[in-house]
């Protein structure tokens, strides 16, 4: 079969060269390799790589891997630009305080719309059309700018902007479908984490770029201004770059392969349905509200915070602030390792406590940042936090590709705008008005971080059990092929269009930890009464 171009898993085209090994690699073992597939790094039966190369361009899988990070941390860039200019900006558009706020809650409210709606695109279209033509179609509004003249042009402009952050989606789904689920926690963790450091490098950047254009001659009320072109010229050029190099699959584009036939075209209805009706996905968007969030949030209000509260220079400020984003090279990739270290010994019952402990801890240090009188306890709690929040992301996105098989550009989408509504709810109730002061705020922040961290007690899965409870009994409910073809009704199983779910099953048996054992590939999924393989 797998010599047959384009029939196996859910995509088809790929290299035959086989690819030198590099010393930074993280392989899957436990999953049985495809040897007839002629790729550069190993694939299991859907043709997903089983070992991740960081240094390695082999195409498809670590091309797409570079792609996807790269336009999602220019994103981030040019999204948290005017955080780190905002004392010029204020003093030019004579912006209040609640001018700030709002633009803050505007930066990360556009993309929660956005995010769902990449979602379904991811699903239908592919992440390589989703992810390019967002970057081109936003760069204007980056480019706008250097127009702005009022409060609410400020904010509106920076609510356009603000859509860019969907290409998050394309870049964990894009992920998903590139690499194996034994290492799609470091995986998923790398690429997001290296993106959002556009968070913490945008505070870097963006004062050395406006301090060269001053020192050219420049007024400091234009300079900033200027500064805009160079995030959104970047909009321009990896856009091109993803649209011309990326492939939405390991074996081709959605599109070509939909054409042949060899990848079902799903419909928006059943995809959407079984998204929302997953009880686990609104968990996780409240979860990642309280993690991505807050990361959000931070980094809107973290250099005025610094440089307001201990009279700092703004790029002193800036550069204490970007610790906090730049945390994010290894943080991120942190937490996705240890979720994929602990399922490799307890299964998805290790992930779950991971990511309870990693965002917990997070919460407290953000209490304590709060809570800090002296600039150096303030810069060690906000490292802590940091790499407690931004690991918590990374744990949360080793766990949504389990979720659904079927639907999980929909529940990526949906989770990845929990975080954008998390960040604004939280900046509109303690950073837009007068009644808390910063610091009063970062420590509520926290507090809502550990309470709302609470409900990862309530995801169950029956193969693999929950934080508390073991898995079902049930010999037909405890089987990954159950679970997985549950999403397809019988007219769908009889056309066989359930077969990559049941691919997706079998090589996440995984997840039972220690219990896991070698099996075949399913032909079918189990009928009532009948157990699952072993």
Known sequence: MADIQGSPGSSMHGVTGREQTFAFSVASQAIPTDTTAKFALPVDSEHKAKVFKIFSFAYPHMRTFHLSWISFFTCFVSTFAAAPLVPVIRDNLNLRKSDIGNAGIASVSGSIFSRLVMGAVC?????????????????????????????????AVRFMIGFSLATFVSCQYWMSTMFNSEIIGLVNGTAAGWGNMGGGATQLLMPVIFEIIRRAGVTPFTAWRVAFFIPGWLHVIVGMLVLSLGQDLPDGNLGALQKKGDVHKDKFSKVL??????????????????????????????????????NLKLHTAGTIAATFGMANIVARPMGGLMS????????????????????????????????????????????????????????????????????????????????????????????????????????????????????????????WGSMLRPPSKDAVRSCEEHYYGSEWNEAEKVKGLHQGSLKFADNSKSERGRRVVSAPTPTATPLPGQACSV
């Open 273 to 310: 349905w079984h998204a929302i009706t997953n009880y686990r996905t609104w968990i996780f968007v409240l979860l990642y509200g309280f993690s991505l969030g807050v990361e959000l949030t931070a980094d809107n209000v973290i250099a005025e915070y610094f440089y307001d509260r201990f």
């Open 340 to 463: 994929d270290l602990a399922s490799s010994r307890f299964g998805m019952r290790g992930r779950l406590w991971n990511l309870w402990i990693l965002q917990t801890l997070g919460g407290v240090f953000c209490i304590c940042l709060g809570r800090a009188n002296s600039l150096p306890a303030s810069i060690s709690s906000m490292i802590l936090f940091s790499i407690g929040a931004q690991a918590a992301c990374g744990a949360t996105f080793a766990i949504i590709p389990f979720i659904s098989r079927r639907s999980l550009g929909v529940i990526s989408g949906l989770t990845g705008a929990g975080g954008n509504f998390g960040s604004g709810l939280t900046q509109f109730l303690f950073f837009t008005s007068s009644r808390y002061s910063t610091a009063t705020g970062i420590s509520w922040m926290g507090i809502m971080i550990v309470a709302c961290t609470l409900p990862v007690v309530l995801v169950h899965f029956p193969q």
């Open 123 to 155: 699903d239908l279209l592919g992440p390589r059309y989703g992810c390019a033509f967002l970057m081109m179609l936003s760069a204007p509004t980056v480019f706008c700018m250097c127009f702005v003249s009022s409060a609410g042009g400020y904010v």
